[in-house]
């Protein structure tokens, strides 16, 4: 991991100290956080978040700033339940637990 991507993991680590099933595996080119042994989020090398979010959520919070459609390659987007946060969209903690 990168010295950014340690930084987010730590932020996401203190945000989630009281979930009670929490484990770290690195898959997508990040460092992805489960709980209950699902996926709910992964720091990626960039400072960015790939986040899984309830599809029903997925159109209005594509329109918070920073937030695009993830995509699994150029074109290939991963449907609704997955977004992409731009690093400087989550620069503190406040934007990163909202």
Avoid: Y
């Avoid at 709980?35 to 990626?44: D, F, G, P, Q, R």
């Avoid at 790939?50 to 599809?55: H, N, S």
């Avoid at 995509?71 to 609704?80: A, F, K, N, Q, R």
Wanted: hydrophobic share 40%; glycine share 12%.
């Amino acid at each position: 991991m990168i010295p950014g991507q340690i930084a987010l993991i730590e932020r996401l680590r203190s945000l989630l100290a009281d979930q009670p099933v929490v484990r770290e595996v690195s898959i997508f080119g990040g460092r992805s956080v489960m709980v209950n042994e699902k996926m709910i989020v992964s720091a990626l090398k960039d400072g960015g978040l790939l986040v899984r979010v309830d599809a029903d959520q997925h159109d209005k919070l594509l329109g918070r700033p920073g937030a695009v459609q993830a995509e699994m390659g150029p074109g290939c987007d991963t449907g609704p339940g997955w977004i992409e946060v731009e690093a400087e969209a989550i620069s503190d903690d406040e934007h990163l637990s909202s």
